[in-house]
Protein backbone atom coordinates (compact mmCIF):
# COMPACT_ATOMS: atom_id res chain seq x y z
CA UNK A 1 0.00 0.00 0.00
CA UNK A 2 3.20 2.38 0.27
CA UNK A 3 5.79 1.54 -1.41
CA UNK A 4 9.30 3.54 -1.26
CA UNK A 5 11.35 3.41 -3.97
CA UNK A 6 15.54 4.65 -3.52
CA UNK A 7 14.14 7.47 -0.94
CA UNK A 8 17.54 9.28 0.05
CA UNK A 9 17.46 12.00 2.19
CA UNK A 10 19.99 14.33 3.07
CA UNK A 11 20.60 17.66 5.47
CA UNK A 12 23.32 20.69 5.28
CA UNK A 13 26.02 19.94 8.21
CA UNK A 14 25.55 22.68 10.92
CA UNK A 15 28.84 24.17 9.04
CA UNK A 16 27.44 24.30 5.64
CA UNK A 17 30.26 22.48 4.28
CA UNK A 18 28.60 19.48 3.09
CA UNK A 19 25.49 17.45 3.32
CA UNK A 20 24.70 14.66 5.81
CA UNK A 21 22.38 11.33 4.13
CA UNK A 22 20.33 10.22 6.40
CA UNK A 23 18.36 7.99 4.06
CA UNK A 24 20.71 6.23 0.92
CA UNK A 25 18.46 4.75 -1.12
CA UNK A 26 15.83 3.37 1.07
CA UNK A 27 13.63 0.93 -0.34
CA UNK A 28 10.82 -0.82 1.34
CA UNK A 29 6.81 -1.65 1.21
CA UNK A 30 4.75 -1.58 3.72
CA UNK A 31 1.45 -4.00 2.84
CA UNK A 32 -1.86 -2.94 3.68
CA UNK A 33 -3.56 -3.83 7.37
CA UNK A 34 -0.37 -4.71 8.57
CA UNK A 35 1.10 -3.34 11.81
CA UNK A 36 4.63 -2.23 11.80
CA UNK A 37 6.86 -1.31 14.56
CA UNK A 38 10.42 0.74 13.75
CA UNK A 39 13.08 0.92 16.04
CA UNK A 40 16.65 1.32 16.15
CA UNK A 41 19.43 3.25 17.82
CA UNK A 42 18.77 6.97 18.18
CA UNK A 43 19.49 8.97 15.51
CA UNK A 44 19.22 6.23 12.94
CA UNK A 45 16.84 8.04 10.76
CA UNK A 46 13.42 6.60 12.28
CA UNK A 47 11.39 10.01 12.81
CA UNK A 48 13.14 11.38 9.66
CA UNK A 49 12.08 8.01 7.56
CA UNK A 50 8.21 9.00 9.10
CA UNK A 51 8.16 12.86 8.15
CA UNK A 52 8.94 11.99 4.75
CA UNK A 53 6.68 9.85 4.56
CA UNK A 54 3.88 12.28 5.52
CA UNK A 55 5.82 15.25 3.18
CA UNK A 56 6.87 17.29 6.50
CA UNK A 57 10.17 16.42 5.31
CA UNK A 58 11.16 17.21 1.49
CA UNK A 59 13.16 14.13 -0.12
CA UNK A 60 16.00 14.21 -2.15
CA UNK A 61 15.66 11.90 -4.16
CA UNK A 62 13.33 8.74 -4.47
CA UNK A 63 9.53 7.73 -5.24
CA UNK A 64 6.63 7.47 -2.79
CA UNK A 65 3.96 5.52 -3.98
CA UNK A 66 0.99 5.66 -2.00
CA UNK A 67 -2.20 3.24 -3.04
CA UNK A 68 -0.60 3.07 -6.44
CA UNK A 69 -1.02 6.76 -6.66
CA UNK A 70 2.85 8.17 -7.03
CA UNK A 71 2.54 10.65 -3.96
CA UNK A 72 6.03 12.15 -4.38
CA UNK A 73 5.39 15.58 -5.05
CA UNK A 74 2.20 15.77 -3.49
CA UNK A 75 1.82 18.64 0.04
CA UNK A 76 1.42 17.47 3.71
CA UNK A 77 -2.44 18.42 2.92
CA UNK A 78 -2.63 16.40 -0.16
CA UNK A 79 -1.20 13.44 1.65
CA UNK A 80 -3.68 14.17 4.41
CA UNK A 81 -6.56 13.85 2.30
CA UNK A 82 -5.31 10.73 0.01
CA UNK A 83 -5.62 9.05 3.88
CA UNK A 84 -1.91 9.41 5.37
CA UNK A 85 -2.17 10.44 8.83
CA UNK A 86 0.75 11.20 11.44
CA UNK A 87 1.48 11.66 15.34
CA UNK A 88 3.89 13.79 15.91
CA UNK A 89 6.76 12.97 18.30
CA UNK A 90 6.61 16.39 19.77
CA UNK A 91 2.96 17.67 19.20
CA UNK A 92 2.70 21.48 18.26
CA UNK A 93 1.07 23.60 20.77
CA UNK A 94 -1.44 26.70 20.22
CA UNK A 95 -2.21 29.63 22.03
CA UNK A 96 -6.28 29.69 21.43
CA UNK A 97 -7.11 26.11 19.93
CA UNK A 98 -9.22 23.37 22.33
CA UNK A 99 -9.31 20.21 21.73
CA UNK A 100 -12.79 20.37 20.28
CA UNK A 101 -11.45 23.15 17.94
CA UNK A 102 -8.47 20.36 16.85
CA UNK A 103 -10.61 17.29 16.98
CA UNK A 104 -13.06 19.08 14.61
CA UNK A 105 -10.35 19.78 12.04
CA UNK A 106 -9.27 16.84 11.92
CA UNK A 107 -12.55 14.80 11.56
CA UNK A 108 -14.03 17.46 9.37
CA UNK A 109 -17.33 18.44 11.35
CA UNK A 110 -18.29 20.73 14.23
CA UNK A 111 -21.31 18.07 14.99
CA UNK A 112 -20.50 17.82 18.74
CA UNK A 113 -22.29 13.59 18.99
CA UNK A 114 -19.54 12.98 16.67
CA UNK A 115 -16.88 14.33 18.26
CA UNK A 116 -17.80 12.69 21.56
CA UNK A 117 -18.14 9.24 19.80
CA UNK A 118 -14.38 10.01 18.44
CA UNK A 119 -13.44 10.59 21.99
CA UNK A 120 -15.41 7.10 23.19
CA UNK A 121 -14.07 5.71 20.29
CA UNK A 122 -10.35 6.59 21.31
CA UNK A 123 -11.34 5.72 25.10
CA UNK A 124 -7.43 6.72 26.43
CA UNK A 125 -9.05 10.66 27.02
CA UNK A 126 -11.88 11.51 29.27
CA UNK A 127 -14.68 13.49 27.97
CA UNK A 128 -13.86 16.92 30.12
CA UNK A 129 -10.34 16.94 27.64
CA UNK A 130 -12.34 18.54 25.18
CA UNK A 131 -12.76 21.82 26.55
CA UNK A 132 -8.60 21.87 27.46
CA UNK A 133 -6.64 24.42 25.48
CA UNK A 134 -4.24 22.42 23.03
CA UNK A 135 -0.90 24.92 24.93
CA UNK A 136 1.86 24.72 27.08
CA UNK A 137 0.00 24.00 30.09
CA UNK A 138 -1.38 20.63 28.98
CA UNK A 139 1.72 17.48 30.34
CA UNK A 140 3.66 15.58 28.32
CA UNK A 141 0.90 12.98 28.26
CA UNK A 142 -1.57 14.78 28.23
CA UNK A 143 -0.96 16.45 24.50
CA UNK A 144 0.25 12.93 23.36
CA UNK A 145 -3.55 11.51 23.95
CA UNK A 146 -4.75 14.49 21.97
CA UNK A 147 -2.24 13.99 19.38
CA UNK A 148 -2.92 10.31 19.18
CA UNK A 149 -6.99 11.39 18.95
CA UNK A 150 -6.86 13.70 16.20
CA UNK A 151 -4.60 11.21 14.18
CA UNK A 152 -7.25 8.76 14.76
CA UNK A 153 -10.36 11.68 14.24
CA UNK A 154 -9.12 11.30 10.51
CA UNK A 155 -10.05 7.77 9.69
CA UNK A 156 -6.90 7.18 7.99
CA UNK A 157 -5.61 4.15 5.99
CA UNK A 158 -2.13 4.92 6.92
CA UNK A 159 -1.33 6.06 10.29
CA UNK A 160 2.03 7.12 11.51
CA UNK A 161 2.53 7.17 15.24
CA UNK A 162 6.05 8.75 16.40
CA UNK A 163 6.66 7.57 19.93
CA UNK A 164 3.10 7.48 20.94
CA UNK A 165 3.97 6.75 24.71
CA UNK A 166 6.53 9.08 25.37
CA UNK A 167 5.24 10.87 28.58
CA UNK A 168 2.28 8.67 28.91
CA UNK A 169 1.74 7.08 32.04
CA UNK A 170 2.38 2.71 32.50
CA UNK A 171 -1.36 2.45 32.82
CA UNK A 172 -2.16 3.81 29.83
CA UNK A 173 0.15 2.20 27.56
CA UNK A 174 -1.85 -1.25 27.76
CA UNK A 175 -4.69 0.45 26.76
CA UNK A 176 -2.89 2.91 24.22
CA UNK A 177 -1.84 -0.66 22.72
CA UNK A 178 -5.05 -2.33 22.87
CA UNK A 179 -6.14 0.73 20.83
CA UNK A 180 -4.14 0.91 17.90
CA UNK A 181 -4.97 -2.73 17.33
CA UNK A 182 -8.60 -1.91 17.24
CA UNK A 183 -8.22 0.40 15.01
CA UNK A 184 -6.15 -1.94 12.71
CA UNK A 185 -8.41 -4.42 12.99
CA UNK A 186 -11.51 -2.88 12.20
CA UNK A 187 -10.63 -0.41 9.82
CA UNK A 188 -8.11 -2.42 8.32
CA UNK A 189 -5.37 0.50 9.26
CA UNK A 190 -2.05 0.01 7.91
CA UNK A 191 -0.05 1.06 11.07
CA UNK A 192 3.40 2.14 11.39
CA UNK A 193 4.52 2.88 15.35
CA UNK A 194 8.01 4.11 15.58
CA UNK A 195 8.76 3.03 19.22
CA UNK A 196 11.66 1.70 21.92
CA UNK A 197 9.00 0.32 24.18
CA UNK A 198 8.82 -3.22 24.06
CA UNK A 199 4.86 -3.87 25.11
CA UNK A 200 4.79 -2.11 20.76
CA UNK A 201 7.12 -4.55 19.65
CA UNK A 202 5.56 -7.30 21.39
CA UNK A 203 2.18 -6.50 19.60
CA UNK A 204 3.99 -5.67 15.95
CA UNK A 205 3.05 -8.00 13.28
CA UNK A 206 6.28 -6.63 11.74
CA UNK A 207 9.10 -5.52 13.92
CA UNK A 208 11.68 -3.30 11.32
CA UNK A 209 15.25 -2.25 12.61
CA UNK A 210 16.43 0.97 11.13
CA UNK A 211 20.14 1.46 11.40
CA UNK A 212 22.22 3.88 9.60
CA UNK A 213 19.02 5.05 7.18
CA UNK A 214 18.21 1.58 6.27
CA UNK A 215 16.19 -1.76 7.46
CA UNK A 216 18.71 -4.23 8.82
CA UNK A 217 15.70 -6.60 10.42
CA UNK A 218 12.68 -7.61 9.39
CA UNK A 219 10.69 -9.65 11.55
CA UNK A 220 9.16 -10.89 14.65
CA UNK A 221 9.98 -10.35 17.80
CA UNK A 222 11.50 -13.70 18.71
CA UNK A 223 13.87 -12.60 15.60
CA UNK A 224 14.94 -9.37 16.80
CA UNK A 225 15.28 -10.10 20.74
CA UNK A 226 19.09 -10.97 20.55
CA UNK A 227 19.60 -7.60 18.23
CA UNK A 228 17.25 -5.64 21.06
CA UNK A 229 19.20 -7.02 23.68
CA UNK A 230 22.41 -6.94 22.97
CA UNK A 231 24.32 -4.45 24.66
CA UNK A 232 28.21 -4.76 23.86
CA UNK A 233 29.81 -1.60 22.85
CA UNK A 234 31.28 -1.93 19.55
CA UNK A 235 34.73 -1.94 19.13
CA UNK A 236 35.01 -3.23 15.50
CA UNK A 237 33.15 0.30 13.36
CA UNK A 238 36.70 0.68 11.97
CA UNK A 239 37.14 -1.80 10.18
CA UNK A 240 33.13 -3.14 9.92
CA UNK A 241 31.96 -2.41 6.25
CA UNK A 242 31.55 -4.07 3.17
CA UNK A 243 32.52 -8.07 3.80
CA UNK A 244 33.78 -7.54 7.04
CA UNK A 245 30.17 -5.67 8.22
CA UNK A 246 29.57 -7.78 11.41
CA UNK A 247 25.70 -6.94 10.81
CA UNK A 248 25.18 -5.22 14.74
CA UNK A 249 22.64 -3.37 15.55
CA UNK A 250 24.18 -0.81 17.93
CA UNK B 1 -34.53 54.28 12.59
CA UNK B 2 -31.42 52.11 12.11
CA UNK B 3 -30.23 51.75 7.91
CA UNK B 4 -28.44 48.34 6.30
CA UNK B 5 -25.07 50.47 6.93
CA UNK B 6 -25.55 50.95 10.72
CA UNK B 7 -26.44 47.53 11.00
CA UNK B 8 -23.64 46.03 9.63
CA UNK B 9 -21.43 48.16 11.74
CA UNK B 10 -23.42 47.57 14.83
CA UNK B 11 -23.31 43.84 14.29
CA UNK B 12 -19.89 44.27 14.05
CA UNK B 13 -18.57 45.84 16.95
CA UNK B 14 -21.70 44.98 19.30
CA UNK B 15 -22.97 41.54 18.11
CA UNK B 16 -26.15 43.55 17.68
CA UNK B 17 -28.59 42.55 15.14
CA UNK B 18 -31.31 45.32 16.26
CA UNK B 19 -31.82 47.66 19.29
CA UNK B 20 -31.23 45.71 21.81
CA UNK B 21 -32.80 45.09 25.27
CA UNK B 22 -32.08 46.60 28.80
CA UNK B 23 -30.04 49.96 28.85
CA UNK B 24 -28.47 51.48 26.02
CA UNK B 25 -27.25 54.36 24.38
CA UNK B 26 -25.95 54.34 20.56
CA UNK B 27 -24.12 57.47 19.26
CA UNK B 28 -24.24 57.87 15.22
CA UNK B 29 -22.32 60.74 13.89
CA UNK B 30 -21.59 62.43 17.12
CA UNK B 31 -24.98 62.51 17.65
CA UNK B 32 -27.51 60.67 20.17
CA UNK B 33 -29.43 58.22 18.03
CA UNK B 34 -31.73 56.29 20.85
CA UNK B 35 -31.17 56.02 24.45
CA UNK B 36 -33.02 53.69 27.14
CA UNK B 37 -32.05 53.49 30.64
CA UNK B 38 -33.55 50.29 33.25
CA UNK B 39 -34.29 50.64 36.78
CA UNK B 40 -31.05 50.09 37.61
CA UNK B 41 -29.03 51.53 34.87
CA UNK B 42 -28.85 55.62 34.83
CA UNK B 43 -27.81 57.03 31.27
CA UNK B 44 -27.08 60.74 31.38
CA UNK B 45 -25.97 63.26 29.12
CA UNK B 46 -22.53 64.78 31.11
CA UNK B 47 -22.52 68.41 32.31
CA UNK B 48 -20.47 70.27 29.59
CA UNK B 49 -22.40 67.73 27.02
CA UNK B 50 -19.26 65.76 25.82
CA UNK B 51 -20.68 62.58 26.50
CA UNK B 52 -22.59 60.27 28.84
CA UNK B 53 -22.48 59.26 32.53
CA UNK B 54 -23.56 55.55 33.28
CA UNK B 55 -24.23 54.48 36.92
CA UNK B 56 -25.22 51.42 37.48
CA UNK B 57 -27.03 50.85 41.13
CA UNK B 58 -25.45 49.20 44.14
CA UNK B 59 -26.52 45.20 44.33
CA UNK B 60 -26.85 45.10 40.30
CA UNK B 61 -26.76 41.74 38.96
CA UNK B 62 -26.21 40.39 35.42
CA UNK B 63 -27.32 42.99 33.58
CA UNK B 64 -25.94 44.75 30.76
CA UNK B 65 -26.30 48.28 28.82
CA UNK B 66 -24.91 48.62 25.03
CA UNK B 67 -23.13 51.64 24.06
CA UNK B 68 -21.85 51.65 20.63
CA UNK B 69 -20.87 54.36 18.37
CA UNK B 70 -21.42 54.46 14.77
CA UNK B 71 -19.34 56.66 12.44
CA UNK B 72 -20.38 57.02 8.69
CA UNK B 73 -20.16 60.88 7.68
CA UNK B 74 -17.10 62.05 6.06
CA UNK B 75 -14.74 64.29 7.69
CA UNK B 76 -16.25 63.86 10.89
CA UNK B 77 -14.13 63.21 14.27
CA UNK B 78 -15.90 62.54 17.09
CA UNK B 79 -14.81 62.86 20.87
CA UNK B 80 -16.84 61.42 23.94
CA UNK B 81 -15.97 61.80 27.42
CA UNK B 82 -17.80 58.72 29.04
CA UNK B 83 -18.52 58.11 33.07
CA UNK B 84 -19.02 54.51 34.45
CA UNK B 85 -20.46 54.28 38.29
CA UNK B 86 -20.32 50.63 38.63
CA UNK B 87 -21.70 50.63 42.39
CA UNK B 88 -21.00 48.16 45.22
CA UNK B 89 -21.87 44.49 44.91
CA UNK B 90 -23.17 44.77 41.19
CA UNK B 91 -22.17 42.22 38.72
CA UNK B 92 -22.43 44.02 35.10
CA UNK B 93 -21.28 43.72 31.29
CA UNK B 94 -20.89 46.85 29.63
CA UNK B 95 -20.61 46.22 25.23
CA UNK B 96 -18.88 48.98 23.95
CA UNK B 97 -17.21 49.44 20.42
CA UNK B 98 -17.04 51.73 17.71
CA UNK B 99 -17.78 51.37 13.61
CA UNK B 100 -16.75 53.61 11.36
CA UNK B 101 -18.08 53.24 7.61
CA UNK B 102 -15.61 55.87 5.06
CA UNK B 103 -17.10 55.97 1.90
CA UNK B 104 -14.79 58.86 0.79
CA UNK B 105 -11.43 60.34 0.67
CA UNK B 106 -11.95 62.44 3.83
CA UNK B 107 -10.91 60.79 7.16
CA UNK B 108 -13.27 60.03 9.43
CA UNK B 109 -12.19 59.27 13.28
CA UNK B 110 -13.65 58.87 16.97
CA UNK B 111 -12.08 59.05 20.01
CA UNK B 112 -13.56 57.19 23.34
CA UNK B 113 -12.25 59.09 26.50
CA UNK B 114 -13.87 56.19 29.40
CA UNK B 115 -13.11 56.25 32.72
CA UNK B 116 -14.35 53.72 35.22
CA UNK B 117 -15.03 53.64 39.17
CA UNK B 118 -15.57 50.28 40.04
CA UNK B 119 -16.87 50.16 43.71
CA UNK B 120 -16.05 47.50 46.44
CA UNK B 121 -17.33 44.36 45.86
CA UNK B 122 -18.20 44.96 42.44
CA UNK B 123 -17.81 42.77 38.83
CA UNK B 124 -17.72 44.73 35.75
CA UNK B 125 -16.78 42.90 32.26
CA UNK B 126 -16.40 45.65 29.52
CA UNK B 127 -16.13 44.57 25.96
CA UNK B 128 -15.36 47.06 23.26
CA UNK B 129 -14.59 46.71 19.16
CA UNK B 130 -13.35 48.52 16.74
CA UNK B 131 -13.79 48.01 13.17
CA UNK B 132 -13.94 49.87 10.01
CA UNK B 133 -15.07 49.57 6.58
CA UNK B 134 -15.94 51.45 3.24
CA UNK B 135 -14.19 51.67 0.14
CA UNK B 136 -13.09 55.62 0.38
CA UNK B 137 -9.86 56.63 1.17
CA UNK B 138 -9.96 58.83 4.04
CA UNK B 139 -8.20 57.77 7.13
CA UNK B 140 -9.84 55.49 9.79
CA UNK B 141 -8.67 56.70 13.09
CA UNK B 142 -9.88 55.57 16.56
CA UNK B 143 -8.03 56.68 19.36
CA UNK B 144 -9.50 55.18 22.71
CA UNK B 145 -8.42 55.80 26.37
CA UNK B 146 -9.64 53.80 29.27
CA UNK B 147 -8.81 54.96 32.91
CA UNK B 148 -10.01 52.25 35.46
CA UNK B 149 -9.85 52.70 38.88
CA UNK B 150 -11.00 49.70 41.19
CA UNK B 151 -11.74 49.96 44.90
CA UNK B 152 -11.42 47.25 47.68
CA UNK B 153 -12.03 43.62 46.29
CA UNK B 154 -13.18 45.08 42.94
CA UNK B 155 -13.19 43.24 39.59
CA UNK B 156 -12.40 44.28 36.35
CA UNK B 157 -12.45 42.09 33.06
CA UNK B 158 -11.74 44.04 29.92
CA UNK B 159 -12.05 43.04 26.54
CA UNK B 160 -10.22 45.07 23.78
CA UNK B 161 -10.46 44.35 20.11
CA UNK B 162 -9.18 46.16 17.06
CA UNK B 163 -10.66 43.57 14.35
CA UNK B 164 -9.74 45.41 11.42
CA UNK B 165 -10.33 48.14 8.77
CA UNK B 166 -8.82 50.32 11.25
CA UNK B 167 -5.64 52.81 9.66
CA UNK B 168 -4.44 54.85 12.76
CA UNK B 169 -4.80 53.73 16.41
CA UNK B 170 -3.58 54.87 19.71
CA UNK B 171 -4.74 53.28 22.33
CA UNK B 172 -4.23 54.08 26.09
CA UNK B 173 -4.99 51.96 28.75
CA UNK B 174 -4.68 52.62 32.69
CA UNK B 175 -5.77 51.67 35.68
CA UNK B 176 -5.29 51.82 39.61
CA UNK B 177 -5.96 48.74 42.18
CA UNK B 178 -7.00 49.31 45.65
CA UNK B 179 -7.21 46.37 48.22
CA UNK B 180 -7.77 42.53 46.95
CA UNK B 181 -8.74 44.15 43.48
CA UNK B 182 -8.25 42.25 40.47
CA UNK B 183 -8.29 42.84 36.98
CA UNK B 184 -7.68 41.42 33.41
CA UNK B 185 -7.12 43.28 30.44
CA UNK B 186 -7.56 41.49 27.13
CA UNK B 187 -6.31 43.12 24.24
CA UNK B 188 -6.82 41.66 21.06
CA UNK B 189 -5.10 44.02 17.74
CA UNK B 190 -5.20 42.88 13.65
CA UNK B 191 -3.46 45.11 11.70
CA UNK B 192 -2.54 44.88 7.74
CA UNK B 193 -1.52 47.06 5.09
CA UNK B 194 -0.19 49.97 6.17
CA UNK B 195 -2.19 50.63 9.53
CA UNK B 196 -0.23 51.91 12.39
CA UNK B 197 -1.70 50.78 16.31
CA UNK B 198 -0.09 51.90 19.49
CA UNK B 199 -0.87 50.79 22.63
CA UNK B 200 0.58 51.94 25.81
CA UNK B 201 -0.96 50.72 29.61
CA UNK B 202 0.04 52.21 32.94
CA UNK B 203 -1.23 49.80 35.88
CA UNK B 204 -0.95 50.73 39.17
CA UNK B 205 -1.14 48.18 41.98
CA UNK B 206 -1.54 50.13 45.45
CA UNK B 207 -3.63 47.61 47.00
CA UNK B 208 -2.27 45.35 49.07
CA UNK B 209 -3.08 41.84 47.81
CA UNK B 210 -4.79 43.30 44.63
CA UNK B 211 -3.66 41.47 41.25
CA UNK B 212 -3.69 42.33 37.19
CA UNK B 213 -3.26 40.24 34.21
CA UNK B 214 -2.73 42.15 31.17
CA UNK B 215 -2.65 39.85 27.91
CA UNK B 216 -2.07 40.98 24.77
CA UNK B 217 -1.92 39.44 21.85
CA UNK B 218 -0.94 40.90 18.18
CA UNK B 219 -1.00 39.81 14.63
CA UNK B 220 0.61 42.01 12.01
CA UNK B 221 0.23 41.50 8.08
CA UNK B 222 1.74 43.39 5.67
CA UNK B 223 3.65 46.49 6.08
CA UNK B 224 1.86 47.32 9.19
CA UNK B 225 3.23 48.58 12.65
CA UNK B 226 2.39 48.09 16.11
CA UNK B 227 4.14 49.33 18.97
CA UNK B 228 3.09 47.82 22.98
CA UNK B 229 3.88 49.43 25.75
CA UNK B 230 3.38 48.20 29.18
CA UNK B 231 4.18 49.05 32.68
CA UNK B 232 3.13 47.50 35.98
CA UNK B 233 4.35 49.54 38.65
CA UNK B 234 3.76 47.75 42.39
CA UNK B 235 3.06 49.80 45.70
CA UNK B 236 2.15 46.78 47.74
CA UNK B 237 2.01 43.19 48.64
CA UNK B 238 0.62 42.29 45.13
CA UNK B 239 0.67 40.20 41.88
CA UNK B 240 1.39 41.51 38.45
CA UNK B 241 1.47 39.85 34.91
CA UNK B 242 2.16 41.21 31.09
CA UNK B 243 2.00 38.75 28.60
CA UNK B 244 2.63 40.25 25.43
CA UNK B 245 2.75 37.56 22.19
CA UNK B 246 3.05 38.96 18.58
CA UNK B 247 2.49 37.09 15.43
CA UNK B 248 4.33 38.80 12.56
CA UNK B 249 4.12 38.09 8.94
CA UNK B 250 5.14 40.00 5.38
CA UNK B 251 6.57 43.07 6.26
CA UNK B 252 4.97 44.12 9.42
CA UNK B 253 7.56 46.11 12.29
CA UNK B 254 6.84 45.36 15.68
CA UNK B 255 8.15 47.26 19.27
CA UNK B 256 6.89 45.45 22.46
CA UNK B 257 8.07 46.90 25.41
CA UNK B 258 6.97 45.43 28.75
CA UNK B 259 8.15 47.56 31.85
CA UNK B 260 7.87 45.81 35.91
CA UNK B 261 8.44 48.47 38.61
CA UNK B 262 8.47 47.18 42.20
CA UNK B 263 8.24 49.75 44.78
CA UNK B 264 7.61 46.81 47.32
CA UNK B 265 9.43 44.08 48.99
CA UNK B 266 6.34 41.92 48.48
CA UNK B 267 5.41 42.57 45.36
CA UNK B 268 5.44 39.55 42.75
CA UNK B 269 5.42 40.93 38.90
CA UNK B 270 6.14 38.89 35.80
CA UNK B 271 5.90 39.23 32.22
CA UNK B 272 6.52 37.36 29.07
CA UNK B 273 6.45 38.89 25.74
CA UNK B 274 7.26 37.11 22.06
CA UNK B 275 7.28 38.01 18.43
CA UNK B 276 7.54 35.84 15.76
CA UNK B 277 6.26 33.94 13.02
CA UNK B 278 3.72 31.06 13.29
CA UNK B 279 5.57 28.34 14.42
CA UNK B 280 6.22 25.99 11.74
CA UNK B 281 4.99 22.69 13.73
CA UNK B 282 1.82 24.72 14.29
CA UNK B 283 1.22 24.82 10.42
CA UNK B 284 2.45 20.86 10.15
CA UNK B 285 -0.21 19.74 12.42
CA UNK B 286 -3.05 21.79 10.88
CA UNK B 287 -1.74 20.93 7.59
CA UNK B 288 -1.08 17.08 8.62
CA UNK B 289 -5.12 17.38 9.88
CA UNK B 290 -6.11 18.29 5.70
CA UNK B 291 -5.85 22.08 6.27
CA UNK B 292 -4.19 23.80 2.67
CA UNK B 293 -1.02 26.36 4.09
CA UNK B 294 -3.63 29.81 4.17
CA UNK B 295 -6.10 27.53 5.90
CA UNK B 296 -3.70 26.83 8.39
CA UNK B 297 -2.26 30.44 9.00
CA UNK B 298 -5.80 31.50 9.30
CA UNK B 299 -7.25 29.10 11.94
CA UNK B 300 -4.11 29.46 13.89
CA UNK B 301 -4.34 33.63 13.72
CA UNK B 302 -8.06 32.84 14.45
CA UNK B 303 -7.37 31.56 17.76
CA UNK B 304 -4.52 33.21 19.07
CA UNK B 305 -6.93 36.36 18.51
CA UNK B 306 -9.53 35.17 20.28
CA UNK B 307 -9.93 36.42 23.58
CA UNK B 308 -13.78 34.98 24.98
Known sequence: MLKINNLSFSVENQEGSEKRTILDKFNYTFEQGKFYCITGPNGSGKTTLAKTIMGINTLTSGQLVFDGVDITNLSITDRANAGIAYSFQNPARFKGLSFRQLLSIAAQTDDESTLMQIVARVGICSLDFLDKQVDSKLSGGEIKKIELATTIARNPKLAIYDEPDTGIDLWTIGPMIDLLKKEQIAHHTTTIVVSHNKNFLDNADVILILKNGQFVYEGNIDGAMPMLTDLSTCESSDFCEGENDVRCFR | ?308
Open chain 2, 1 to 308: MLDALDKELLKAVAGLEKIPKGAYNIRKNGKLLGRQVSANIHIETNADNTGIVITIAPNTQNESVHIPVILSEAGLHDVVYNSFIVGENSDVTIIAGCGIHCGGDQKEGHEGIHKFTIHPNAKMTYIEKHYASGSGKGKRTLNPTTQVFLKENAHAELILEQIGGVDIAKRVNEASLDDGASLLIKENVLTEGNQIAESHNEIRLHGRDCSANLVARSVLKGNSKQDFIASMEAYNKCFGHIECDAIIMDNATSDTIPSLKARHSEAELTHEASIGKIADDQLMKLMSLGLTYDEAVNRIIQGFLKTT
